[in-house]
């Protein structure tokens, strides 16, 4: 399975600050010196080693955390969300996960998830499907948001609406027997195979999150 790509010295730069607004910087908890860095292309793709987040001032925790579910759900559906809470004196870690969703074809622009060329492509001649996960995380001065974006391809034993050799029985496998098997609606299906995150909608939801709680509209 494999993940982000690598990343170059030089951090990615961001829109100009609005006047009396700090402005949010893609940082890891790690700190400054682990800056969100754009990624290199043509390298070898490797689990990623620094968490692609944005910092952002929040001012109003209803309007902020409104605003980061609506930016979730113009790509993806959201399954559930826990937002961040004061227990005692301490405030929780707050969680957006949406479900599984096949992704957007060259037919669907009004679809977001599939984000770049490439994406684009791929979603439309193989069966993708990307599921979110989203993390808030109460910081000194504002919320840190991550945003953890994970691909599948489904990989099926046959085409699908095939009909060929349906009503034969198959030489290459024997046959299986489902009577004790559990159902189940978490299990992982054995089709889908993991292909790693997609940093590219990741990016994107991170700096349409970013626009949302920087520059509020009127």
Same mark, same amino acid.
């Given at each position: 399975?494999?993940?982000?790509?690598?990343?170059?010295?030089?951090?990615?730069?961001?829109?100009?600050?609005?006047?009396?607004?700090?402005?949010?910087?893609?940082?890891?908890?790690?700190?400054?010196?682990?800056?969100?860095?754009?990624?290199?292309? @043509?390298?070898?793709?490797?689990?990623?080693?620094?968490?692609?987040?944005?910092?952002?001032?929040?001012?109003?925790?209803?309007?902020?955390?409104?605003? &980061?579910?609506?930016?979730?759900?113009? =790509?993806?559906?959201?399954?559930?969300?826990?937002?961040? /809470?004061?227990?005692?004196?301490?405030?929780?870690? @707050?969680? &957006?996960?949406?479900?599984?969703?096949?992704?957007?074809?060259?037919?669907?622009?009004?679809?977001?998830?599939?984000?770049?060329? =490439?994406?684009?492509?791929?979603?439309?001649?193989?069966?993708? $499907? $990307? $599921?979110?996960?989203?993390?808030?995380?109460?910081? /000194?001065?504002?919320?840190?948001?991550?945003?953890?974006? /994970?691909?599948? &391809?489904?990989?099926?034993?046959?085409?699908?609406?095939?009909?060929?050799?349906?009503?034969?029985? $198959?030489?290459?496998?024997?046959?299986?027997?489902?009577?004790?098997?559990?159902?189940?609606?978490?299990?992982?299906?054995? =089709?889908?195979?993991?292909? @790693?995150?997609?940093?590219?909608?990741?990016?994107?939801?991170?700096?349409?999150?970013?626009?949302?709680?920087?520059?509020?509209?009127?």
């Amino acid at each position: 399975m494999s993940g982000c790509h690598h990343f170059q010295e030089a951090p990615v730069p961001l829109t100009a600050p609005v006047v009396g607004t700090a402005q949010p910087t893609f940082v890891a908890p790690g700190g400054a010196n682990s800056l969100f860095q754009a990624p290199q292309m @043509g390298q070898t793709q490797s689990e990623p080693t620094v968490t692609q987040g944005v910092l952002v001032p929040v001012v109003n925790e209803d309007f902020a955390w409104e605003q &980061i579910v609506d930016v979730v759900d113009d =790509y993806f559906r959201v399954d559930q969300e826990n937002r961040v /809470q004061l227990v005692g004196n301490v405030l929780t870690e @707050g969680r &957006i996960d949406t479900f599984p969703q096949v992704g957007s074809t060259l037919l669907e622009p009004q679809m977001r998830d599939s984000v770049g060329r =490439y994406n684009l492509f791929e979603s439309t001649f193989q069966s993708i $499907r $990307r $599921r979110a996960e989203i993390r808030v995380i109460p910081q /000194q001065g504002g919320w840190f948001v991550e945003a953890i974006v /994970q691909k599948e &391809i489904e990989d099926l034993p046959r085409p699908e609406n095939s009909t060929a050799g349906a009503a034969v029985f $198959r030489s290459d496998n024997s046959l299986r027997s489902n009577m004790n098997e559990q159902v189940s609606r978490t299990r992982p299906s054995a =089709y889908w195979i993991p292909l @790693g995150r997609d940093c590219e909608v990741e990016l994107q939801m991170l700096e349409d999150i970013q626009e949302r709680l920087t520059n509020p509209r009127e």
